[in-house]
């Protein structure tokens, strides 16, 4: 096979190959722009026509730990064809797909050049006023229409067994689920936020919860999710919300993508005590964030049971108060995940929002409020009635934490 | 390729080509044993040796419906391989099996004409006392050992995946979950039991419950369960069980297997006072079957708590109290699903417990009763804090149901 391995060097001569991709003999311009841990990924543009696309790649290890720790490729595969699904379902929620090869680990999509990474821009406090309304149609949409409500159950099995994706789910079960709560000794703590994350070893009743949220993950084939839907996995603009990085997809639990977002929305409210200049700036951002968390939700379940009254194969879903239920226990499953997502952040795993903040004290304290709210979002859950007692919870929490 | 398809004619002469199976030129005697709607199945002895055999054997249809209704014959796939997988676990409850031919959808396993199918045995009242020990071992073996406890999640979700088998889970999402709550048109009554029977359309707190119910079986992979372990899947003799009829099998709710046993115990119970000569005969064997209800669950759970103890690979499971929640989950899962097993008996997919009833009168009224059942064990269990309660409200309900 020509270009048997891609790289920097035969990315271009690989490209120009491609019918209908670039022009002939066009001026392509490569660079290597990958800032995740996992893949290479290359933004290349024309210098003639300036158009531009994006090149996604895999080798079959994990690009941070180097070639011994081996991570199948197939995840190209995955992610391009849920991406590709979910274009369907939301073509304003995804980057267009110009190009898949499996053989070489690759696809090649659009580029987002002019989107800024989410979890960047709420760092900045920049405010994205269409985001519930573009995530909660995106999430509502993605999850429901490929849930046994919306597909043949048949084809959702299908399905099932084709975004099976048993490796990368493994990252999530040991990162998300186990490592935050079991000290295997690898775990290095933000001093100052250390005790707290230590705690969380003889959390027995935290434990208790977080079982049973793995649990979920590990059986509750819902609908394909994301799975990896945070803060830094959506590009956005003014206007407009992009889903990248779907090589985590499966058929998993529905709260684990609403969760995610929740969660990192959270993650930024406790980093914005200390990004935030003065304490109206900060108070300012932190409704803002508020006020959004409140609207995903809001907007994710108005558009789920429009979907559903709208048109669900599954007979049985009418019975009486059993849509409410559902959507309840949706509710809760979310939040148990947002926690998850947010204390997996404490220790290993670090995200910009905490990584960013230059004074280690102010960091251990935006940590901690993190961990806490974390914590208490998981624990009382199950006495929630709507999302405002969520976020009146975090309102509440937030000065008790020193 | 030679024997392109088996059928009686020449299927003595494609035995005799299998090595190792029976000695060449021996004289087999063929005989076509099928009494369910599904599949071929033959028993084949010779009559020299008296060595015998059985061969069961798909085709792409469901027998009983003809060739109009195809079914897919990867069914004996997941059957012969499910029951080696379940032999290896627990090798005194399966048959053994001694040659498997995909291309030919058939395979050839140990001739269990000494056992007799349970549910003929429990109309003839007889009694089983060691069948607790051997279905509570075997379903806690089967079940725990192909979960997220025992298994690899890698290993976990290739199973689930290699057992995906959307087509008969479709059988069982469409008769047992769906078909008895809404009326389709298709279903008929005992006479004297349609107005009961037909009343469950109307039934929201049941259809909201069995809805939940539904949806376990569509998304729950909890292990590779039976799925459809009724009493006619059971081969019985006095100290003896063995599970046949693996061709369900998939990763679904362990409840549904656990629950399939009970669900049908109890079916029995409602057949019995018929059955029974006379009261005390009647109330004996009533009291023999409750006292095996409950023995099959404290079998059950105390083999599947035993395992869990001696080896559990999901570090999570540790947490304080999880592994008693989890079994009380179970457990009401369990009952759950018994009472969808027993009422969908009631209409269409008949069992013998009833149609050998001779007089219409006690048929209808076994049948009331055994609706009933259902209906109070599926409304009522999540307050049921130990199989002792289930049993106490049969007990109780038994002489309130004319």
């Not at 609908?223 to 090589?247: R, Y």
Request: proline share 3%; charged share 30%.
């Amino acid at each position: 096979m020509p270009f048997d391995t891609i790289h920097e060097g035969n990315l271009k001569d690989y490209l120009l190959s491609i019918p209908n991709l670039f022009p002939a003999g066009a001026d392509l311009v490569i660079k290597e722009i990958g800032d995740g841990n996992i893949n290479f990924v290359y933004h290349v543009q024309d210098q003639d026509s300036k158009q531009s696309a994006v090149v996604k790649q895999a080798k079959p290890y994990l690009r941070s730990s180097g070639k011994d720790r081996k991570l199948t490729t197939d995840r190209i595969r995955i992610e391009s064809e849920v991406m590709a699904l979910e274009g369907d379902f939301c073509p304003e929620q995804v980057p267009k797909i110009y190009h898949q090869d499996l053989d070489r680990s690759l696809f090649v999509m659009e580029d987002l050049s002019d989107h800024q990474i989410m979890r960047k821009g709420l760092i900045e406090r920049n405010r994205y006023p269409y985001f519930p309304e573009h995530i909660g149609f995106f999430m509502a949409h993605t999850l429901y229409k490929t849930s046994d409500f919306a597909l043949d159950a048949k084809l959702k099995k299908e399905m099932q067994a084709r975004f099976m994706n048993p490796e990368m789910c493994e990252i999530t079960e040991k990162l998300v689920f186990t490592v935050p709560y079991y000290d295997d000794g690898t775990t290095s703590y933000t001093p100052g936020a250390e005790e707290q994350g230590r705690a969380l070893f003889d959390d027995e009743p935290l434990k208790y919860e977080v079982a049973a949220l793995k649990e979920s993950f590990l059986t509750k084939a819902q609908a394909l999710i994301h799975g990896d839907l945070h803060t830094g996995s959506l590009f956005v603009t003014a206007d407009s919300t992009k889903a990248i990085d779907q090589e985590f997809s499966f058929y998993g639990p529905m709260g684990f993508d609403v969760g995610a977002v929740i969660g990192n929305l959270v993650l930024n409210y406790a980093a914005q005590e200390y990004h935030s200049r003065n304490e109206q700036e900060r108070n300012e951002y932190r409704t803002y964030l508020l006020e959004t968390i409140r609207d995903v939700w809001l907007v994710f379940a108005r558009e789920f049971t429009r979907l559903w009254e709208e048109d669900n194969q599954e007979i049985t879903a009418r019975a009486e108060g059993y849509k409410e239920n559902y959507l309840d226990r949706l509710f809760k499953d979310s939040l148990g995940f947002a926690g998850c997502k947010m204390i997996r952040r404490i220790g290993r795993a670090q995200v910009e929002d905490f990584t960013s903040i230059a004074d280690d004290n102010i960091r251990a304290k935006a940590e901690r409020l993190a961990l806490r709210l974390g914590k208490d979002i998981i624990l009382q859950r199950h006495q929630f009635q709507s999302i405002e007692e969520a976020v009146e919870l975090i309102e509440e929490t937030t000065p008790r934490v020193s």
